[in-house]
């Protein structure tokens, strides 16, 4: 079928979907231009890879023997490298290459990873694309805002969401593959080891015993090779950082200050934990419950996670990005609703020149409203979060009914 008559059924079953789809490729086709103007604007952030220079900081102190960790003199670790000592293993070939090469090539290659990674995704589930079709998907990457804040702050969200889309093909192909199976589990296992604020994306190991030892044996794998490089003391020290980290994520910040990275889903509570807290226990309920539901069980872990981390930025949104291509195939197959997915990658895209411009316009035209209050409760990153997480929870309980088989 030619792909006007694809979209003409398509329109035909979804005309919403389409319509709204339209406009979300409309946007991110836009976005590199709109961020362009809103640099010269002085509004949006300058491509100044302000994290990776703190990694090539910590490259450098691992190579001259000194301190990786370092206190400020409020005590904490506050601009440091707050990342386990074994990704340092990761960085370095980067950071030899200095300042200027080093930082932008990290970049290229995270950017790589997670298109060659979605692209292997969608074709898993939607069949093979031709190379015009690939290449119009990467640009669509590069013009979704979490991803390009990512970028231009030489963060890893790239590259951990594009591990976790060789983790999902790993698990798709797993129904016929252990070994792959084994491989979705360690892909898991790196990403968690990489940033443990991610722990929440390994909610599908609950739900298969194989990508559960793939994930533990890649863990434990990091874990000893971490000791073997760096020695007990540098770990007895980043476990002072991770306590620095969560006693950090209990503390809130100023609801009147507004910066593209920050993402509060829940910060209008006094503390979240109790909330968090049920929410991480029933998502993990139905995952062990839902054992023929392993594709949507693996995106409710990837769009739940955002709001079930302890402290979140925009750029975790990038995890929502194979988390929707999963829901959107999954309720066209079935018939069901995939504007309702659509839609919440659409606000994720928006969140955080959406907030600027909620907050600055709603309280003005509405004085009785509190700022704070329109701050915390119109985060377009958090309904879009809870649309994703929604309906992969949905349909994750509808095979519940399905008997165990551990």
């Known amino acids: 079928m030619a792909l006007r008559d694809r979209l003409r059924t398509c329109y035909d079953q979804h005309p919403l979907f389409v319509a709204l789809s339209a406009l979300l490729v409309g946007l991110h086709l836009a976005y590199p231009f709109v961020d362009w103007w809103l640099r010269a604007a002085d509004i949006a952030p300058p491509f100044s890879f302000w994290d990776f220079g703190v990694y090539d900081q910590a490259v450098e102190a691992w190579r001259t023997n000194d301190h990786i960790y370092t206190r400020n003199e409020d005590g904490g670790y506050h601009g440091s490298y707050l990342y386990p000592p074994i990704v340092l293993v990761l960085f370095r070939p ?223 949104l990038v995890a929502l990005l194979p988390a929707a291509a999963i829901l959107i195939h999954g309720e066209l197959e079935r018939g069901g609703r995939p504007v309702v997915p659509t839609l919440g990658l659409g606000l994720a895209a928006v969140h955080a020149y959406g907030l600027l411009a909620i907050t600055e316009i709603v309280p003005v035209a509405v004085p009785a409203l509190d700022r704070a209050l329109v701050y915390f409760l119109a985060q377009p990153g958090t309904w879009g979060c809870l649309l994703l997480a929604g309906t992969a929870f949905v349909r994750v309980v509808d095979g519940i009914e399905r008997p165990l088989s551990w």
């Open 94 to 316: 980067f950071a030899a290459l200095g300042r200027g090469t080093g930082d932008p090539l990290w970049i290229a290659c995270s950017l790589l990873l997670l298109w060659s990674g979605m692209v292997l995704l969608v074709e898993r589930l939607a069949g093979r694309r031709s190379w015009p079709e690939r290449l119009l998907l990467l640009w669509l990457l590069v013009g979704y805002q979490p991803l390009l804040l990512a970028m231009k702050m030489g963060q890893t969200a790239a590259f951990t969401a594009g591990l976790l889309c060789f983790a999902f093909v790993g698990l798709d192909r797993g129904m016929e593959s252990r070994p792959a199976r084994f491989a979705s589990g360690a892909l898991t296992g790196v990403v968690g080891v990489v940033k443990f604020a991610y722990a929440p994306v390994g909610t599908h190991l609950l739900a298969n015993r194989d990508r559960f030892v793939g994930a533990v044996v890649a863990g434990l794998g990091l874990v000893g090779l971490s000791l073997l490089l760096f020695g007990v003391e540098v770990h007895r020290t980043y476990i002072e950082v991770l306590a620095w980290g969560v006693n950090r994520s209990g503390l809130s910040r100023s609801p009147a200050l507004w910066l593209s990275p920050y993402f509060k889903p829940f910060g209008w509570l006094a503390s979240s934990l109790w909330l968090r807290l049920p929410a991480v226990l029933v998502v993990a309920a139905a995952a062990l419950l839902a054992r023929d539901r392993d594709r949507e069980t693996f995106a409710l872990g990837l769009a739940a996670f955002p709001l079930l981390t302890t402290l979140a930025y925009t750029y975790y």
